[in-house]
Antibody, heavy 116, light 108 residues
Framework: EVQLVESGGGLVQPGGSLRLSCAAS????????MNWVRQAPGKGLEYISH????????YYADSVKGRFTISRDDGKNSLYLQMNSLGDEDTAVYYC?????????WGRGTLVTVSS | EIVLTQSPGTLSLSPGERATLSCRAG???????LAWYQQKPGQAPRLLIY???SRATGIPDRFSGSGSGTDFTLTISRLEPEDFAVYYC?????????FGQGTKVEIK
């Protein structure tokens, strides 16, 4: 069974940093591209980052470019999102999702709250 | 990037009724690479439809997708209580993948 479990969310002050993790199981993690999608409270889905197998392709939405860094550790079956210079607009639930052209499996998400 | 516009914003229906949700793209969606997702409160999105009309594994056949080019439709033939949720379309034919803003199907 495919499982994706996010962790690392929490309360952070504006300008602060946070590192999210996504632990994957039930499939050959190294063979798949992975994504981060976020959802601000009461809002829709925003696709923010993508990483290909062997980190051969990386994408960032303009809203996070230069502040967020996506990475993966295939030995640990894990996906990461390093988030720096956080602002109020980054408050959201962050989901990792497996990439099969469309996004076929999603984690339950981890909540990031940016507030002083 | 391709902008997806979903309509209506909210659909108020009763159980047993038919729901028709629209997703219109600002440009042609390559190869009809259009997916639909369902999201219930406090839950992650769940893939319903891919390739505009193919149901994902385990999705009941009351859910169907249709359309091509720039106009796509998700139809729920007879609403069950568990179908009241928010539905998002996504195009994955062009980078970046983009989502519509969602349609909420609520109980009338």
């Amino acid at each position: 069974e495919v499982q994706l479990v996010e962790s690392g969310g929490g309360l952070v002050q504006p300008g602060g940093s946070l590192r999210l993790s996504c632990a994957a199981s039930g499939f050959t993690f190294s063979s798949y591209s992975m994504n981060w999608v976020r959802q601000a409270p009461g809002k829709g889905l925003e696709y923010i980052s993508h990483i290909g197998p062997s980190s051969n392709a990386i994408y960032y939405a303009d809203s996070v470019k230069g502040r967020f860094t996506i990475s993966r550790d295939d030995g640990k079956n894990s996906l990461y999102l390093q988030m720096n210079s956080l602002g109020d607009e980054d408050t959201a639930v962050y989901y990792c999702a497996r990439h099969y052209t469309y996004f076929d499996y999603w984690g339950r998400g981890t909540l990031v709250t940016v507030s002083s | 990037e391709i902008v997806l516009t979903q309509s209506p914003g909210t659909l108020s229906l009763s159980p047993g009724e038919r729901a028709t949700l629209s997703c219109r793209a600002g440009q042609t969606v390559s190869s009809n690479y259009l997916a639909w997702y369902q999201q219930k409160p406090g839950q992650a999105p769940r893939l319903l439809i891919y390739g505009a009309s193919s149901r994902a594994t385990g999705i009941p056949d009351r859910f169907s997708g249709s359309g091509s080019g720039t106009d796509f439709t998700l139809t729920i033939s007879r609403l069950e209580p568990e179908d009241f949720a928010v539905y998002y379309c996504q195009q994955y034919g062009s980078s970046p993948r983009t989502f519509g803003q969602g349609t909420k199907v609520e109980i009338k």
